[in-house]
């Protein structure tokens, strides 16, 4: 198996648009690739190799779907079919850019446990789809939909896993992973956002091959968020007794009552979350005998207004610390006493038969028995990345020494995913997965997160102080060098 080698220019491609907008002209920049690709050349053998097609099939780009494309061919059969014989060769491409993404992870994590088995899985897929027919007939149509869902359903635990691999890097570097961290979840932050897509091609596909009513795929079209909001509440409450004995009511408030068209696997997902969070912090503060405290009640506020949906979520558990609320957005950060990665651990790290529940689990796979409370360290930054897939977001206000405020903003998906809202037009819905393409400044402001800039600033802080440098030793770089 040999590597890509075009992978190897992700870190330069990621940096353009910043670059760009700090003064650095196109043909510096253009430069700056070429240099890129050299180095990585030179470099990209200590990577870890993949498989030659799917190396081939990751030079291929990728094609965005519209939300309202997706709509149309969950309820029409003859475009399902067509939508078809695309996702056969999308979904190769897609997946395939996956593998050399985590193949290109920084400090090798690609070839620590949980994130090499990822490799394997997607790997595996690929080749899965090579092998099968283009669905153009009726009979091919379902065994493609088989396929798929075998696909979906095999391995689980990618999140779990790829979060596994972290962990082991953050117990090599001990203190020093701190400085790694930006980078680390940046490059996480693109492969999940990424996945996200991936991911939602795949389910709405197989729902759509027998539609439920009022539903097109995986988009329900007059989607109750207080129906869902209940749901999740029940689920929660019901994790927080199994594990921490007892549990505070939530209350649902429908100030406006009405419905929306949305993913609601993933609404329910997102809560479930945030219930989970303010549900343990709410038991912590308050209970004392163990059982049948007098806890205070968490508050679930559903608003519909013009653009959006809001949820607010209220609880009494005591708040976050000013100084401590960035750190709710890193991958693996977590205020858990028992922590899951022990049992991880003490089980070798085995990913194929993993039984630890759904607590980090992908909103679209299947509820499983025995959930993790929590302890993970990616429910919250995964839900943020939920809603702003649709252009939404998840918010965090604290009241320290009291407790905590989370809104979560859904964008409505117009009437059937027909007059988006702008913050839809823009978000990564709306987008195709390839890690280089050129987005414009509404698009980058959306999709890059506080953390992720502060690494591309120190980056571009590097460059310009390696500029300064050059400009000191030789006068007749001054003018070039001068941002």
């Known amino acids: 198996p040999t590597a890509c080698p075009d992978m190897a220019s992700h870190a330069v491609g990621d940096l353009a648009g910043l670059f760009m907008r700090h003064g ?38 990728t094609t965005a779907v519209t939300l309202k494309d997706l709509c149309e061919i969950g309820l029409n059969r003859k475009l399902r079919r067509e939508h078809g014989v695309f996702l056969h060769k999308e979904l190769r491409i897609r997946m395939s850019q996956r593998v050399l993404e985590l193949a290109s992870l920084p400090y ?89 897509g991936m991911r939602f091609l795949l389910q709405h596909h197989i729902e759509s091959f027998r539609n439920r009513e009022g539903h097109s795929g995986i988009l329900q079209l007059k989607s109750d968020p207080a129906q869902i909001a209940r749901k999740a509440a029940k689920d929660s409450c019901m994790l927080c007794r199994a594990h921490l004995g007892q549990a505070p009511q939530i209350v649902v408030h429908h100030t406006n009552p009405g419905t929306f068209t949305y993913v609601p696997m993933h609404l329910h997902y997102m809560l479930t979350e945030v219930f989970k969070n303010a549900l343990r912090a709410t038991t912590e503060q308050h209970a004392h005998a163990g059982f049948d405290d007098p806890l ?98 998840l918010k965090i206000l604290s009241l320290d020494g009291f407790g905590t405020d989370v809104y979560l903003h859904l964008n409505r998906l117009g009437t059937s ?58 006068p007749r770089t001054l003018v070039q060098s001068t941002v």
């Open 24 to 61: 650095f002209s196109p043909s510096q920049l253009q430069a700056s690739r070429h240099a890129g690709r050299r180095i990585g050349r030179a470099s990209f053998s200590s990577l870890v190799s993949v498989d030659k097609c799917v190396a081939r099939w990751a030079q291929e780009p």
């Open 108 to 196: 090798r994590l690609g070839e620590r446990s949980g994130i090499k088995d990822v490799i394997s899985w997607y790997s595996g897929f690929v080749l899965d789809l090579e092998s099968s027919p283009v669905p153009e007939t009726a009979m091919q149509d379902e065994d493609f939909t088989n396929l798929l869902t075998r696909i979906f359903e095999e391995h689980a635990e990618v999140i779990q896993a790829m979060a596994y691999g972290v962990q082991e890097l953050m117990a090599e570097l001990g203190e020093d992973y701190t400085k790694a961290q930006p980078k680390v979840d940046a490059s996480l932050r693109r492969f999940f956002t990424a996945r996200i």
């Open 296 to 393: 205070p009640p968490v508050h679930c506020h559903i608003v519909h207004g013009y653009e959006d949906v809001t949820i607010r979520i209220s609880d009494e558990g005591g708040g976050i610390e000013r100084t401590r609320l960035p750190d709710v957005w890193k991958f693996m950060h977590s205020t858990y006493r028992k922590s899951p990665w022990e049992l991880k651990k003490r089980s070798g790290g085995n990913f194929s038969s993993s039984k630890l529940g759904d607590s980090a689990g992908n909103p679209l796979q299947r509820p499983q028995t025995g959930g993790v409370l929590a302890g993970y360290g990616v429910g919250l930054t995964l839900s943020r990345l939920y809603a702003q897939y649709f252009g939404g977001d």
């Open 417 to 474: 995913c027909e007059n988006l809202p702008q913050g839809v037009l823009y978000s990564p819905s709306m987008r195709d997965s390839s890690a280089l393409e050129t987005i414009d400044m509404r698009q980058e402001r959306l999709l890059v997160s506080a953390e992720e800039e502060a690494f591309l600033r120190q980056e571009l802080t590097a460059l310009r102080r390696r500029a300064s440098e050059q400009a000191s030793v030789d």
